[in-house]
């Protein structure tokens, strides 16, 4: 990068923060304090910890009418590349959501795990518990590659799934940071006593140098005929190319990336593109390469075009290509034509072709919690402690529980029944294919709710699908409570993104298969609208379709005029 850009203010931070130390075990001491100042907050996004307030509690006021201070708790994500938690880890952050959260643990977008609500007395004991399970929070979050995602479908009836699932292990273990701040600063050692991080000791960072990265890099692996994680809309996605059952190589995706900027019209959603054909060998070389090709030239003054997708627009896809291969040092061939084909939920039971079966659970919003009538996260607790089966997280926010024994299954099954948990036969095929980003009142950065009105959204939903004689199709809705993007509001059939207080934009026209972005159909909806709004696009959809034309293939052949002078002639009729 030239001399004389002017840097983003988080860039001196990360630089001066000695690996990522910053003052953080100061602070963290410091007992009175009930939350960190802003550099370190900063800092703590790459430990895994997002720093918020209760935002519902903003609004309530002191007995003397003065405003309150903020309510101030952390979100402690995990790390967990493919999604796979053993037993013993599902059951501790299970453990620990209830003695030191919110009473719920989430599964993310991207197959981590987050509890919320966690104060700062009692952030190291989470964190080092997390730990005790081999498990970490380090990484999850911050200028650094994120957590690498991978299909979580147990399948053995070849060794693709476990190959594709190496491949995100090495991606995952090459571009860690190797800075030993997080264990400095967070887990004890054996007598109980934290190490004395005053004492700097630099190691080498061979990606990541002293700044890390501009901003996020995203990786996740898939295969054409299942692009359950959503590879396309990453900064890398690598599509596993299986010839006469084995995997050949894999085809490189870059630049895609969900992150918008309502204030800046130069950002934007984008889908990623594909660049090469490399060999199952070359998959960490062409990633480390990739993320220090954008660690030297990615956008260092301004954060909001900081992502490899700028860059990627910016210089074209052959000058991209061109220095990746420099960084390389050789040439990668062109790609394989194979594209992404198809999608899948894994929910229910399947055989994983061991002999044994793995049961797919959908949870609302990846929201695993007990409410008065479903009580799924005594269910999973029940049945994990009894069989201690290792589970996997879904990059649609469900859980697999894996390696169950044919015999297993009917106590499962009545397990499950008894805690008020359908199904996933029994949920609307709008509902399994629904996401949600948490939004208020934890995130820091939501404009609207999101998470707590998505339930009534899809009931609405189910009810005009069903008067339509639609609810057997397969549509997928993505609701977030700001233009950020974290549920992948760009790129399903409907997206729903939070734009003003109590307003949203329409997106229509994305697919299943992450394929296609959506487009803008309508701006500032109220909540209450939303659903008038997409009633007579649902009629229209039934109407005038082709043959087994999905609701999406079906916007984006009408294009936005023309919904939009259908949705308007409809109104104008009422
Ligand atoms: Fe928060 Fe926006 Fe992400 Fe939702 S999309 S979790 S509101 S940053």
């Given at each position: 990068m030239p001399d004389e850009v002017k840097l983003d203010k988080s860039e001196f931070v990360k630089e001066d923060s000695r690996q990522l130390r910053g003052t953080i075990a100061d602070e963290l001491a410091e007992e009175e304090l009930d939350h960190f100042s802003k550099d370190n907050a900063g800092l703590l996004k790459h430990h895994g910890l997002y720093q918020q307030d209760n935002r519902d509690a903003r609004k309530q006021k002191n007995p003397d009418g003065t405003r309150r201070d903020k309510a101030f708790m952390?979100?402690?994500?995990?790390?967990?590349?493919?999604?796979?938690?053993?037993?013993?880890?599902?059951?501790?952050?299970?453990?620990?959501?209830?003695?030191?959260?919110?009473?719920?643990?989430?599964?993310?977008?991207?197959?981590?795990?987050?509890?919320?609500?966690?104060?700062?007395?009692?952030?190291?004991?989470?964190?080092?518990?997390?730990?005790?399970?081999?498990?970490?929070?380090?990484?999850?979050?911050?200028?650094?590659?994120?957590?690498?995602?991978?299909?979580?479908?147990?399948?053995?009836?070849?060794?693709?799934?476990?190959?594709?699932?190496?491949?995100?292990?090495?991606?995952?273990?090459?571009?860690?940071?190797r800075t030993t701040a997080y264990s400095e600063i967070w887990i004890e050692d054996n007598e109980g006593n934290r190490q004395d991080v005053s004492e700097f000791t630099p190691v080498d960072e061979p990606v990541y140098g002293t700044r890390y990265l501009?901003?996020?890099?995203?990786s996740g692996v898939a295969l054409p005929e299942d692009n359950c994680v959503?590879?396309?809309?990453?900064?890398?996605?690598?599509?596993?190319?299986v010839e006469s059952g084995n995997l050949v190589g894999y085809n490189v995706f870059v630049g895609g990336g969900q992150g918008v900027t309502p204030s800046a019209a130069k950002t934007f959603?984008?889908?990623?593109?594909?660049?090469?054909?490399?060999?199952?060998?070359e998959a960490v070389d062409v990633a480390r390469a990739l993320v220090c090709v954008f660690r030297d030239h990615g956008n260092r003054s301004d954060r909001k075009t900081a992502r490899l997708k700028y860059l990627l627009a910016g210089w074209g896809m052959e000058r991209l290509k061109g220095t990746v291969e420099e960084y390389l040092g050789r040439p990668m061939a062109e790609p394989h034509p194979a594209e992404v084909t198809g999608v899948e939920d894994h929910l229910g039971w399947c055989a994983q072709g061991d002999g044994r079966d793995f049961l797919g659970i959908y949870i609302e919003n990846g929201r695993i919690q007990d409410t008065e009538t479903v009580r799924t996260k005594s269910a999973l607790k029940r049945i994990v402690e009894s069989y201690r089966m290792p589970t996997r997280m879904t990059a649609q926010q469900n859980i697999l529980l894996c390696d169950i024994e044919p015999s297993q299954r009917d106590e499962i099954d009545r397990i499950l029944a008894d805690h008020g948990v359908?199904?996933?036969?029994?949920?609307?095929?709008?509902?399994?294919?629904?996401?949600?980003?948490?939004?208020?009142p934890t995130c820091g950065l939501s404009i609207t709710e999101s998470e707590r009105m998505m339930p009534e959204i899809l009931d609405q939903l189910e009810t005009e699908l069903s008067r339509h004689e639609l609810s057997?199709?397969?549509?997928?809705?993505?609701?977030?409570?700001?233009?950020?993007?974290?549920?992948r509001p760009y790129s399903p059939d409907i997206g729903l993104v939070g734009k003003t207080a109590g307003k949203y934009t329409v997106f229509l026209g994305?697919?299943?298969?992450?394929?296609?972005?959506?487009?803008?159909?309508?701006?500032?909806?109220?909540?209450?609208?939303?659903?008038?709004?997409?009633?007579?696009?649902?009629?229209?959809?039934?109407?005038?379709?082709l043959q087994g034309?999905?609701?999406?293939?079906?916007?984006?052949r009408k294009g936005r005029d023309d919904l939009v002078a259908r949705l308007e002639s409809v109104r104008g009729a009422e």
């Open positions: 952390f979100m402690v994500r995990t790390r967990i590349p493919g999604g796979r938690v053993p037993a013993d880890a599902l059951l501790a952050e299970l453990d620990l959501c209830e003695r030191y959260g919110n009473q719920t643990l989430r599964i993310t977008s991207r197959q981590g795990l987050q509890l919320h609500g966690i104060i700062k007395d009692n952030l190291q004991q989470t964190i080092r518990e997390i730990n005790q399970t081999q498990l970490t929070t380090f990484g999850a979050c911050g200028d650094i590659e994120r957590n690498v995602m991978c299909c979580p479908a147990p399948l053995r009836h070849n060794p693709v799934h476990d190959q594709l699932q190496q491949t995100a292990d090495e991606i995952a273990e090459e571009l860690k940071p501009p901003r996020k890099f995203k959503d590879i396309l809309t990453y900064d890398l996605g690598l599509l596993g190319i959603p984008a889908i990623a593109q594909k660049m090469a054909f490399i060999g199952v060998d359908a199904p996933a036969e029994e949920c609307s095929q709008i509902r399994r294919l629904s996401m949600a980003c948490p939004a208020l057997d199709e397969r549509i997928t809705i993505h609701t977030t409570g700001c233009p950020n993007g974290c549920a994305g697919n299943s298969l992450g394929t296609r972005l959506a487009f803008n159909f309508q701006d500032l909806v109220p909540y209450a609208e939303i659903i008038p709004t997409l009633v007579p696009v649902l009629s229209y959809f039934r109407d005038d379709r034309e999905s609701f999406g293939d079906f916007c984006d």
